[in-house]
Protein backbone atom coordinates (compact mmCIF):
# COMPACT_ATOMS: atom_id res chain seq x y z
CA UNK A 1 0.00 0.00 0.00
CA UNK A 2 1.36 3.43 -0.72
CA UNK A 3 0.73 6.63 0.69
CA UNK A 4 0.41 10.41 -1.05
CA UNK A 5 1.94 12.92 1.02
CA UNK A 6 -0.80 15.50 1.38
CA UNK A 7 -0.28 18.80 -0.32
CA UNK A 8 0.74 21.33 1.85
CA UNK A 9 -1.78 23.85 3.07
CA UNK A 10 -1.71 27.51 1.14
CA UNK A 11 -1.69 30.06 3.66
CA UNK A 12 -4.32 32.73 2.73
CA UNK A 13 -3.59 35.37 0.47
CA UNK A 14 -2.41 38.59 2.38
CA UNK A 15 -5.48 41.46 1.94
CA UNK A 16 -4.26 44.14 0.22
CA UNK A 17 -5.18 46.83 2.90
CA UNK A 18 -2.62 44.76 5.24
CA UNK A 19 -0.02 44.99 2.59
CA UNK A 20 -0.56 48.75 2.27
CA UNK A 21 -0.96 49.20 6.18
CA UNK A 22 2.79 47.66 6.29
CA UNK A 23 4.43 49.64 3.65
CA UNK A 24 3.18 52.93 5.09
CA UNK A 25 4.22 51.95 8.38
CA UNK A 26 7.85 50.71 7.06
CA UNK A 27 7.77 54.32 4.84
CA UNK A 28 7.25 56.03 8.69
CA UNK A 29 10.20 54.16 9.68
CA UNK A 30 12.44 54.93 7.16
CA UNK A 31 11.42 58.74 7.06
CA UNK A 32 12.15 59.54 10.64
CA UNK A 33 14.59 61.87 11.48
CA UNK A 34 17.40 60.55 13.22
CA UNK A 35 18.09 61.02 17.04
CA UNK A 36 21.84 63.15 17.37
CA UNK A 37 24.12 61.16 19.32
CA UNK A 38 27.40 63.69 19.79
CA UNK A 39 27.67 65.36 22.52
CA UNK A 40 27.92 69.75 22.67
CA UNK A 41 31.99 68.85 23.09
CA UNK A 42 32.58 66.96 20.91
CA UNK A 43 30.79 68.73 18.23
CA UNK A 44 32.70 72.15 19.72
CA UNK A 45 35.83 70.11 19.04
CA UNK A 46 35.10 69.15 15.39
CA UNK A 47 33.47 72.40 14.33
CA UNK A 48 37.24 73.90 15.84
CA UNK A 49 38.91 71.23 13.30
CA UNK A 50 36.96 71.95 10.50
CA UNK A 51 37.36 75.59 10.96
CA UNK A 52 40.63 75.35 10.93
CA UNK A 53 41.67 73.35 7.89
CA UNK A 54 38.59 75.11 6.50
CA UNK A 55 40.33 77.67 3.44
CA UNK A 56 37.81 80.16 3.19
CA UNK A 57 34.86 80.99 5.26
CA UNK A 58 32.30 78.38 5.22
CA UNK A 59 28.44 78.80 6.38
CA UNK A 60 26.73 77.49 9.41
CA UNK A 61 24.78 75.08 7.02
CA UNK A 62 27.80 73.61 5.12
CA UNK A 63 29.59 72.81 8.97
CA UNK A 64 25.91 71.18 9.98
CA UNK A 65 26.00 69.09 6.74
CA UNK A 66 29.27 67.92 7.44
CA UNK A 67 28.64 67.02 11.13
CA UNK A 68 25.40 65.74 10.44
CA UNK A 69 23.84 67.94 13.08
CA UNK A 70 21.12 70.83 13.04
CA UNK A 71 22.72 74.14 12.24
CA UNK A 72 21.13 75.80 15.11
CA UNK A 73 23.38 72.97 17.44
CA UNK A 74 25.48 74.11 15.24
CA UNK A 75 25.44 78.05 16.04
CA UNK A 76 25.34 77.60 19.68
CA UNK A 77 28.52 75.42 19.61
CA UNK A 78 29.88 78.46 17.55
CA UNK A 79 29.58 80.83 20.52
CA UNK A 80 31.06 78.44 23.03
CA UNK A 81 33.90 77.76 20.95
CA UNK A 82 33.80 81.45 20.64
CA UNK A 83 34.08 82.03 24.18
CA UNK A 84 36.95 79.36 24.75
CA UNK A 85 38.57 81.19 22.42
CA UNK A 86 38.59 84.71 23.29
CA UNK A 87 42.05 84.69 25.05
CA UNK A 88 43.42 82.04 22.64
CA UNK A 89 45.83 82.64 19.91
CA UNK A 90 43.31 82.37 17.45
CA UNK A 91 39.51 83.86 17.11
CA UNK A 92 35.96 82.75 15.74
CA UNK A 93 35.00 85.40 13.15
CA UNK A 94 31.27 85.69 11.96
CA UNK A 95 29.63 87.96 8.92
CA UNK A 96 26.33 87.06 8.37
CA UNK A 97 25.95 83.47 7.87
CA UNK A 98 30.00 83.05 7.02
CA UNK A 99 32.21 81.97 9.71
CA UNK A 100 36.17 81.47 10.24
CA UNK A 101 38.81 81.13 12.45
CA UNK A 102 41.64 83.91 12.38
CA UNK A 103 44.73 84.61 14.55
CA UNK A 104 44.42 86.67 17.33
CA UNK A 105 44.46 90.87 16.78
CA UNK A 106 47.02 90.76 19.43
CA UNK A 107 49.23 88.94 17.76
CA UNK A 108 49.69 90.70 14.40
CA UNK A 109 53.32 92.03 15.26
CA UNK A 110 54.28 88.59 15.93
CA UNK A 111 52.95 87.07 12.80
CA UNK A 112 54.37 89.96 11.02
CA UNK A 113 57.95 89.29 12.15
CA UNK A 114 57.73 85.36 11.94
CA UNK A 115 56.55 85.65 8.18
CA UNK A 116 58.15 88.16 6.79
CA UNK A 117 55.75 90.39 6.04
CA UNK A 118 54.88 94.30 5.59
CA UNK A 119 51.50 94.84 7.09
CA UNK A 120 52.15 98.38 8.29
CA UNK A 121 49.88 100.12 4.88
CA UNK A 122 47.30 102.13 6.54
CA UNK A 123 43.96 103.74 4.87
CA UNK A 124 43.92 107.49 4.15
CA UNK A 125 41.22 109.58 6.50
CA UNK A 126 39.01 109.49 3.38
CA UNK A 127 39.11 105.85 3.89
CA UNK A 128 38.20 105.25 7.01
CA UNK A 129 35.72 107.84 6.49
CA UNK A 130 33.77 105.95 3.65
CA UNK A 131 34.73 102.83 6.12
CA UNK A 132 32.99 104.42 8.94
CA UNK A 133 30.15 105.56 7.05
CA UNK A 134 29.37 101.93 5.87
CA UNK A 135 30.57 99.73 8.91
CA UNK A 136 27.87 101.74 10.63
CA UNK A 137 24.81 102.09 7.96
CA UNK A 138 25.39 99.00 5.88
CA UNK A 139 24.13 98.49 3.56
CA UNK A 140 24.40 102.09 1.91
CA UNK A 141 25.06 103.49 -1.70
CA UNK A 142 28.01 105.40 -3.26
CA UNK A 143 24.67 108.59 -3.08
CA UNK A 144 24.22 108.29 0.85
CA UNK A 145 28.39 108.19 1.33
CA UNK A 146 28.84 111.32 -0.88
CA UNK A 147 26.19 113.07 0.69
CA UNK A 148 27.38 112.65 4.06
CA UNK A 149 30.83 113.52 3.30
CA UNK A 150 30.16 116.45 0.55
CA UNK A 151 32.86 115.15 -1.61
CA UNK A 152 32.97 112.20 -4.80
CA UNK A 153 33.87 109.16 -2.62
CA UNK A 154 34.42 107.34 -6.22
CA UNK A 155 38.33 106.60 -5.94
CA UNK A 156 38.43 105.96 -2.22
CA UNK A 157 35.71 103.43 -2.64
CA UNK A 158 37.74 101.20 -5.78
CA UNK A 159 40.69 101.48 -3.05
CA UNK A 160 38.17 99.81 -0.79
CA UNK A 161 36.69 97.64 -2.91
CA UNK A 162 40.80 96.35 -4.16
CA UNK A 163 41.75 95.74 -0.65
CA UNK A 164 38.63 93.97 0.00
CA UNK A 165 37.76 96.09 2.83
CA UNK A 166 34.26 96.75 1.23
CA UNK A 167 31.95 94.69 -0.93
CA UNK A 168 29.03 94.67 -3.10
CA UNK A 169 26.02 93.15 -1.43
CA UNK A 170 22.85 94.06 -3.95
CA UNK A 171 21.11 96.90 -5.19
CA UNK A 172 18.52 99.39 -3.50
CA UNK A 173 14.89 99.24 -5.29
CA UNK A 174 14.48 102.10 -6.75
CA UNK A 175 15.05 104.68 -9.61
CA UNK A 176 18.77 103.65 -11.03
CA UNK A 177 19.35 100.89 -8.74
CA UNK A 178 22.24 101.85 -7.04
CA UNK A 179 24.77 99.45 -5.19
CA UNK A 180 24.36 98.98 -1.71
CA UNK A 181 27.48 98.25 0.02
CA UNK A 182 28.90 96.17 3.12
CA UNK A 183 32.01 95.53 4.95
CA UNK A 184 34.08 92.21 4.25
CA UNK A 185 35.78 89.88 6.94
CA UNK A 186 38.97 91.46 5.40
CA UNK A 187 37.22 94.61 7.11
CA UNK A 188 37.06 92.64 10.55
CA UNK A 189 40.13 91.42 10.53
CA UNK A 190 41.76 95.14 10.01
CA UNK A 191 40.63 96.26 12.96
CA UNK A 192 40.60 93.19 14.55
CA UNK A 193 37.12 93.08 15.68
CA UNK A 194 34.86 89.73 15.56
CA UNK A 195 31.97 90.45 13.73
CA UNK A 196 30.04 93.89 13.31
CA UNK A 197 28.33 93.93 16.56
CA UNK A 198 31.73 94.04 17.97
CA UNK A 199 31.96 97.85 16.62
CA UNK A 200 31.73 100.49 19.52
CA UNK A 201 28.79 102.24 20.46
CA UNK A 202 28.68 106.03 18.72
CA UNK A 203 30.01 107.93 21.33
CA UNK A 204 33.16 109.96 21.48
CA UNK A 205 35.01 107.00 24.12
CA UNK A 206 34.29 104.94 20.50
CA UNK A 207 35.40 107.47 18.26
CA UNK A 208 38.83 107.27 20.06
CA UNK A 209 38.88 103.29 19.82
CA UNK A 210 38.01 103.15 16.30
CA UNK A 211 41.14 105.69 15.70
CA UNK A 212 43.19 103.43 17.52
CA UNK A 213 42.59 100.78 15.62
CA UNK A 214 43.17 101.88 12.76
CA UNK A 215 46.19 103.05 14.03
CA UNK A 216 45.80 106.38 13.71
CA UNK A 217 46.38 108.37 16.55
CA UNK A 218 46.32 112.34 17.32
CA UNK A 219 44.27 115.10 17.97
CA UNK A 220 43.92 115.94 14.44
CA UNK A 221 42.31 112.26 13.46
CA UNK A 222 39.68 111.43 16.30
CA UNK A 223 38.23 115.29 15.70
CA UNK A 224 38.04 114.34 11.98
CA UNK A 225 36.38 110.98 13.80
CA UNK A 226 34.48 112.70 15.52
CA UNK A 227 33.12 114.90 12.82
CA UNK A 228 31.91 111.91 10.95
CA UNK A 229 30.38 110.01 13.63
CA UNK A 230 28.11 113.89 13.94
CA UNK A 231 27.09 113.32 10.57
CA UNK A 232 26.02 109.83 10.99
CA UNK A 233 23.53 110.73 13.93
CA UNK A 234 22.13 113.85 11.79
CA UNK A 235 21.55 111.77 8.68
CA UNK A 236 19.85 108.97 11.03
CA UNK A 237 17.66 111.66 12.89
CA UNK A 238 16.51 112.99 9.70
CA UNK A 239 15.72 109.72 8.47
CA UNK A 240 13.50 108.87 11.31
CA UNK A 241 11.86 112.55 11.24
CA UNK A 242 11.20 111.85 7.72
CA UNK A 243 9.17 108.29 8.31
CA UNK A 244 7.41 110.47 11.54
CA UNK A 245 6.49 113.10 9.14
CA UNK A 246 5.07 110.06 6.28
Not at 62 to 89: F, N
Not at 117 to 141: C, G, N
Not at 183 to 210: H, K, M, R, S, W
Request: charged share 30%.
Amino acid sequence: MTFESPEPALAPPIAEEAVESVSVEIADETIAEPVEQMGDDELVMLLESLLFVASEPTTIERLATALDVLPERVDVCLDVLQMQLIDRGIRVQRHNEAVQVVSAPEAADAIEAFLGLDLSTKLSRAALEVLAIIAYRQPATRPQIESIRGVSSDGVMRTLLRRGLIEEVGRLEQAGRPVLFGTTFEFLQYFGIENVTGLPPLDDDAVEELAARAEIYGEEAVEHAQAEVTEIDRSQEDAESEKVNK
